[in-house]
């Protein structure tokens, strides 16, 4: 069980394009939803906290227009990437969790995006 | 705001032998410390856990200790295999506020056969 999927797996786009990526829990109900990215050899990086029905919650530095992030229902959430440019090139990685009364469940991850911008 | 600091950053180790991976955190109110292990291109996968009440959870070759008044812990994984190796990281979270998991800088294993 606890499954999260996350689509595409890779995506190359041009320059100043924007590129859509899925977060889906398959198999529950995901109230809050996490975007991550990770550089290289280098730890996941909390871009935003997504919860359903409601705004995103953004981690200083994250530019909430550059990185539009709609929950629109309790197995769904995207990340889009606006206006991509290079510097945007990364791992990008959801994460889901229920939470039932007062437990912190663990966080369910997704196999990534790797997005590339040329 | 939490801060998790994780060693050694990278460890190598002879197949059949221990190795262990060590993490510290800086707020007193986390309260919940998962492990994850990430492969390459995959998305970090849930190994082991543990939860402030406990001091010590074991399952199978993998044993996680934590120590609350040091504000250690730490991730044991016995009898390697070439499998094991991969990356590691630690997380630290609290059962308040949002509940997000701050992550460690990861330990990437290698396991030689």
């Known amino acids: 069980g606890a499954v999260v999927s996350q689509h595409p797996s890779r995506v190359i786009c041009k320059s100043g394009t924007s590129v859509k990526i899925e977060c889906r829990s398959l198999?529950?109900?995901?109230?809050?939803m996490f975007w991550y990215r990770q550089f290289p050899k280098k730890s996941l990086m909390l871009m935003a906290t997504?919860?359903?029905?409601?705004?995103?919650?953004?981690e200083q530095g994250v530019e909430k227009d550059k990185f539009l992030i709609n929950h629109a229902s309790l197995t769904l959430s995207t990340l889009t990437v606006t206006s991509a440019h290079p510097e945007d090139s990364s791992f990008y990685i959801c994460s889901a969790r229920v939470r039932i009364g007062a437990n912190n469940l663990p966080l369910h991850f997704g196999n990534g995006t790797r997005l590339t911008v040329t | 705001g939490e801060n998790v600091e994780q060693h050694p950053s990278t460890l190598s180790v002879q197949e059949g032998d221990s190795a262990v991976i060590k993490c510290t955190y800086s707020?007193?109110?986390?309260?919940?410390f998962p492990w994850y292990k990430q492969e390459l291109g995959k998305g970090p996968q849930l190994i082991i856990d543990?939860?402030?009440?406990?001091g010590e959870k074991k399952d199978q070759r993998i044993a996680v200790t934590l120590n609350k008044t040091a504000k250690h812990f730490s991730l044991h994984i016995t009898e390697t295999q070439p499998e094991d190796s991969a990356v590691y990281f630690c997380a630290a979270s609290t059962t308040s506020g949002t509940y997000k998991y701050i992550f460690g800088t990861g330990t990437r294993l290698k396991v030689l056969a």
């Open positions: 997504s919860n359903e029905g409601s705004k995103a919650t953004y």
């Open positions: 543990i939860r402030s009440n406990v």
């Open positions: 707020d007193s109110a986390s309260n919940y």
């Open positions: 198999d529950f109900q995901a109230t809050t």
